[in-house]
């Protein structure tokens, strides 16, 4: 008996080297970071002030100029899409740990790591512009790096009256004479906004991205950089809206939902005919 | 017999083993619901309230809480600095008054018959109770604090953490419990004893002549909006008055996103009115005289302006007579003891 024990010991062992040794040669796992390129057109977006001679401005395709002081956006609910169609979630509800928000003002925030990203091959990504509602709570219990991050005083993502997240801010300059354009988005949304049972009242502001990856990302002994690009281009020139910004729309009554969902489909897609909205991939690294 | 008898025992044993397995042993603490005396005539109580009936120490926290200038970053501003009792929870300024001497984008609205509202702040944000809170703790104009910030201090002090305990059962302090008890608190804040009512009530009360009258006028000219007996209908409505061109301000649209709510404001109740000067949404009207003037002289046209107004000129006209009558029975809405407790 105890033969037959040491036997099975031996065993149990030899297999656990041999399942070991298997995969030696390419790790479970490893990072992949996403690197956002914040551009106009081709042209990498550098911010200025309303007199700025080095901000980089662009033309709307109804003649507007414009440029921008500052732009800040919410990524969350991350997830890639290996070949066979598994799906890798990310962190989806730990916005402490997959959630960021993109600073164009803060060069470290242009990288987002993700840790622990099982070896295979990726041909997709998808995310969030935005935070779901239901972790659209500013629950500073549950979450309380990402509440401090969008918190901070130069980073201003929460949105005190709706109890949210701003899920972008863009403050800039428009026309010749630089006028002031100041655009926010949230969700003021109460229940699901597709259920009648639960949905009561307001704008759902956040927008599923889908992304095709143009080569596959492969990710084991390699650590792949998907650099994914913002063409803020098609906030005023969008696929789903061609905006001209006045008094109407530019600042008063902006930072509200009412004039909000033509931007907001614009940046991040209508959700039905348009799932990229003014997103892409310019490249993946292996 | 003896034996079917021992059986049901057996059961009813078994029944109580299971029970005590089954549920964590909890020490059951004594805490009764608090009986409010909700008027016959007053319309259906949140749904919200029957999640969060007022208890006898969720009521007592709530108060202790509502008074506590801790809830603000540098405890200069509790809820109570702008809710102030004696002007049935409002204050007398245009718009609020937070922290460091910042000025919020609206009016403060009193806080009574809460528990029968559908919707809370002036552009109906809120639906329940228990969500709002949050906005004037960590509004950088208000108590410009935040959740984590409010426990902290808490915590350190013995007396509240044994109103928790008394409340809830056990000290945790949390989020929902801070506003539960916190709502449960305004769901007790009923005004229901004015003049009005004690003549409604055939309590031996009459109006005067003036207010006879003013009733009269009332009921003509301005009770489809004023409606029921709380004096509103809670529908948000643009009556076009001066706009706050504050960026931040759309009034209800910046809740919905529809366009046609532009500056729509939630129907306000005119119980206490003559307690909450200034009026409209951020405070442009001194006077009750002064709203009824603008409204006999005409107010701003828009496209989505109230159909009562449209059909009618953009006006609501009111003779001098009319305007005093109306102001007197506006005050008989007032209800003393109410802004006395």
Same mark, same amino acid.
């Not at chain 2, 809670?234 to 759309?250: C, H, K, L, M, V």
């Given at each position: 008996m105890?033969?037959?024990?040491?036997?099975?010991?031996l065993?149990? !062992?030899s297999?656990?080297?041999l399942?070991?040794s298997?995969?030696?040669?390419a790790?479970?796992?490893?990072?992949?970071?996403?690197?956002?390129?914040?551009? =106009?057109?081709?042209?990498t977006?550098?911010l200025g002030?309303?007199?700025?001679?080095?901000?980089?401005?662009?033309?709307?395709?109804?003649? $507007?100029?414009?440029?921008?002081a500052?732009?800040?956006?919410?990524?969350?609910?991350?997830?890639?899409? $290996?070949?066979d169609?598994?799906?890798i979630p990310?962190?989806?509800?730990?916005?402490?740990?997959?959630?960021t928000v993109?600073?164009?003002?803060?060069?470290?925030?242009?990288?987002y790591?993700?840790?622990?990203?099982?070896? +295979?091959?990726?041909?997709?990504?998808?995310?969030g512009?935005?935070?779901?509602?239901?972790?659209?709570?500013?629950?500073?219990?549950?979450?309380?790096?990402?509440?401090?991050? /969008?918190?901070?005083?130069?980073?201003?993502?929460?949105?005190?009256?709706?109890?949210?997240?701003?899920?972008?801010?863009?403050?800039?300059f428009?026309?010749?004479?630089?006028k %002031?354009l100041?655009?926010?988005?949230g969700?003021?949304?109460?229940?699901?906004?597709?259920?009648?049972?639960?949905? %009561?009242?307001?704008?759902?502001?956040?927008r599923e991205?889908?992304?095709?990856?143009?080569?596959?990302?492969?990710?084991?002994?390699?650590?792949?950089?998907i %650099?994914?690009? *913002?063409?803020?281009d098609?906030?005023l020139? +969008?696929?789903?809206?061609?905006?001209?910004? +006045?008094e109407?729309?530019?600042?008063?009554?902006?930072?509200? *939902?009412?004039?909000?969902v033509?931007?907001?489909?614009?940046?991040?897609?209508?959700?039905?005919?348009?799932?990229?909205?003014?997103?892409?991939?310019?490249?993946v690294?292996? | 017999?003896?034996?079917?008898k021992?059986?049901? +025992?057996?059961?009813?044993f078994?029944?109580?083993?299971s029970?005590?397995?089954d549920?964590?042993?909890t020490i059951?603490?004594?805490?009764?619901?608090?009986?409010?005396?909700?008027?016959?005539n007053?319309?259906?109580?949140?749904?919200?309230?029957?999640?969060n009936?007022?208890t006898?120490?969720?009521?007592s926290?709530?108060?202790?809480?509502?008074f506590?200038?801790?809830?603000?970053?540098?405890?200069t501003?509790s809820?109570?600095?702008?809710?102030?009792? #004696?002007n049935? !929870? /409002?204050?007398n300024?245009?718009?609020a008054i937070?922290?460091?001497?910042?000025?919020?984008?609206?009016?403060?609205?009193?806080?009574?018959?809460?528990?029968f509202?559908?919707?809370?702040?002036?552009?109906?944000?809120?639906?329940?109770?228990?969500?709002?809170?949050?906005?004037?703790?960590?509004?950088h104009?208000?108590?410009d604090?935040?959740?984590?910030?409010?426990?902290?201090?808490?915590?350190?002090?013995?007396?509240?953490?044994?109103?928790? #305990?008394?409340a809830?059962?056990?000290?945790?302090?949390?989020?929902?419990?801070?506003y539960?008890?916190?709502?449960?608190?305004?769901? %007790?804040?009923?005004?229901?004893?004015?003049?009005?009512?004690?003549?409604?009530?055939?309590?031996?009360?009459? =109006?005067?002549?003036?207010?006879a $009258?003013g009733?009269?006028?009332?009921?003509?000219k301005?009770?489809?909006?004023?409606?029921?007996?709380?004096?509103?209908?809670?529908?948000?409505?643009?009556?076009g008055?001066p706009?706050?061109?504050?960026?931040?301000? *759309?009034?209800?649209?910046?809740?919905t996103?529809?366009?046609?709510?532009?500056?729509?404001f939630?129907?306000?109740?005119?119980?206490?009115?003559? !307690?909450? *000067?200034?009026?409209?949404?951020?405070? $442009?009207?001194?006077t009750?005289?002064?709203v009824?003037?603008?409204?006999?002289?005409?107010?701003?046209?828009s496209e989505?302006l109230d159909?009562t !107004?449209? #059909?009618?000129g953009?006006?609501?006209a009111?003779?001098?007579?009319?305007?005093?009558?109306?102001? /007197?029975f506006?005050?008989?809405?007032?209800?003393?003891?109410?802004?006395?407790?």
């Amino acid at each position: 008996m105890k033969n037959f024990k040491n036997i099975l010991l031996l065993f149990t !062992f030899s297999i656990a080297m041999l399942s070991c040794s298997d995969s030696d040669d390419a790790p479970v796992a490893n990072d992949v970071t996403l690197k956002f390129l914040n551009t =106009f057109g081709d042209e990498t977006i550098v911010l200025g002030d309303a007199t700025s001679s080095t901000a980089t401005e662009n033309t709307s395709s109804e003649g $507007q100029v414009h440029h921008f002081a500052e732009v800040k956006y919410v990524i969350s609910n991350i997830r890639l899409i $290996q070949v066979d169609g598994t799906e890798i979630p990310y962190n989806i509800n730990d916005l402490d740990n997959g959630a960021t928000v993109v600073n164009l003002s803060n060069p470290s925030s242009l990288n987002y790591v993700l840790n622990t990203i099982p070896s +295979g091959e990726y041909n997709q990504i998808k995310f969030g512009l935005g935070v779901r509602s239901n972790l659209n709570t500013l629950d500073q219990v549950s979450f309380p790096s990402f509440y401090a991050l /969008a918190g901070e005083n130069d980073t201003e993502m929460h949105w005190e009256w709706g109890t949210g997240y701003r899920f972008t801010k863009i403050e800039g300059f428009y026309d010749t004479d630089d006028k %002031t354009l100041s655009i926010h988005t949230g969700s003021t949304v109460e229940g699901t906004i597709d259920d009648e049972s639960t949905y %009561t009242q307001g704008v759902d502001a956040y927008r599923e991205i889908a992304l095709d990856l143009p080569t596959n990302a492969t990710v084991g002994s390699s650590a792949p950089t998907i %650099t994914i690009k *913002a063409d803020f281009d098609m906030l005023l020139s +969008g696929a789903t809206n061609t905006i001209i910004l +006045g008094e109407g729309n530019a600042t008063p009554s902006i930072h509200t *939902a009412a004039n909000m969902v033509l931007f907001v489909d614009n940046l991040g897609g209508n959700g039905t005919s348009d799932t990229t909205g003014m997103f892409s991939i310019e490249s993946v690294e292996n | 017999m003896k034996a079917f008898k021992f059986l049901i +025992g057996y059961i009813g044993f078994l029944l109580l083993v299971s029970c005590s397995t089954d549920n964590p042993v909890t020490i059951p603490f004594e805490n009764p619901e608090v009986i409010l005396s909700i008027p016959e005539n007053f319309p259906e109580v949140n749904n919200a309230f029957y999640a969060n009936a007022p208890t006898q120490y969720g009521v007592s926290l709530g108060k202790k809480l509502f008074f506590d200038k801790r809830f603000s970053t540098d405890n200069t501003i509790s809820c109570a600095s702008c809710h102030i009792p #004696s002007n049935a !929870f /409002a204050d007398n300024k245009p718009q609020a008054i937070g922290v460091e001497g910042r000025i919020g984008l609206r009016n403060v609205p009193p806080i009574q018959n809460l528990a029968f509202m559908r919707f809370y702040n002036w552009d109906g944000s809120k639906l329940e109770l228990e969500n709002q809170p949050l906005v004037p703790i960590i509004t950088h104009e208000e108590m410009d604090s935040s959740i984590l910030e409010v426990m902290g201090k808490l915590k350190e002090d013995s007396e509240i953490v044994e109103m928790f #305990s008394k409340a809830f059962g056990d000290d945790e302090i949390t989020p929902y419990r801070i506003y539960a008890s916190l709502a449960q608190y305004e769901y %007790t804040l009923i005004s229901s004893n004015s003049v009005y009512d004690q003549v409604i009530r055939n309590d031996g009360v009459s =109006f005067t002549e003036s207010e006879a $009258q003013g009733y009269e006028t009332f009921q003509q000219k301005c009770a489809s909006c004023h409606s029921t007996e709380l004096f509103t209908d809670q529908s948000y409505r643009n009556i076009g008055f001066p706009i706050n061109t504050d960026s931040n301000e *759309a009034g209800r649209a910046r809740v919905t996103g529809n366009m046609e709510d532009y500056m729509s404001f939630r129907v306000p109740s005119l119980r206490n009115v003559e !307690f909450t *000067a200034p009026y409209g949404s951020f405070g $442009q009207f001194a006077t009750l005289k002064d709203v009824l003037d603008y409204f006999d002289e005409g107010v701003l046209f828009s496209e989505n302006l109230d159909d009562t !107004f449209k #059909s009618n000129g953009n006006r609501i006209a009111l003779s001098d007579a009319e305007k005093e009558n109306l102001i /007197a029975f506006m005050k008989t809405l007032s209800d003393s003891k109410f802004v006395q407790d």
